[in-house]
């Protein structure tokens, strides 16, 4: 599976951004998605996921109720909608696939190059 996320840019405190990661392959469906991010002089951190079913979701604490993961597998396309963004989420924003059902950026074999938010105060 190959990846391509898109969307980011720059937003001011309290916008939001809807990032989108489309696949390649006919397995796409076939995978869990993940949403992780990097920020300037910081790991990788977990951000949220959501199952090949498209019935299970997850979330990392700092983004809960404010970010929401959706899937359409005909489009080989995974979304994160940002709301009420914060400074705090600058970050470079990767998209991956998993046949596991983790939050273990490790567990995930298959990454997107990534996009660039940038959330200004």
């Known amino acids: 599976v190959q990846l391509q996320a898109s969307g980011g840019g720059l937003v001011q405190a309290g916008g939001s951004l809807r990032l989108s990661c489309v696949g390649s392959?006919?397995?796409?469906?076939?995978?869990?998605m993940g949403w992780f991010r990097q920020a300037p002089g910081k790991e990788r951190e977990f951000v949220g996921a959501?199952?090949?079913?498209?019935?299970?979701?997850r979330y990392a604490d700092s983004v809960k109720g404010r970010f929401t993961i959706s899937r359409d597998n005909a489009k080989n396309t995974v979304y994160l909608r940002m709301n009420s963004l914060k400074p705090e989420d600058t970050a470079v924003y990767y998209c991956?696939?998993?046949?596991?059902?983790?939050?273990?950026?490790?567990?995930?074999?298959?990454w997107g190059q990534g996009t660039l938010v940038t959330v200004s105060s």
């Open positions: 991956a696939s998993s046949t596991a059902w983790t939050i273990v950026s490790n567990a995930y074999e298959y």
């Open positions: 959501i199952s090949w079913t498209e019935i299970a979701t």
């Open positions: 392959g006919r397995t796409f469906g076939d995978y869990n």
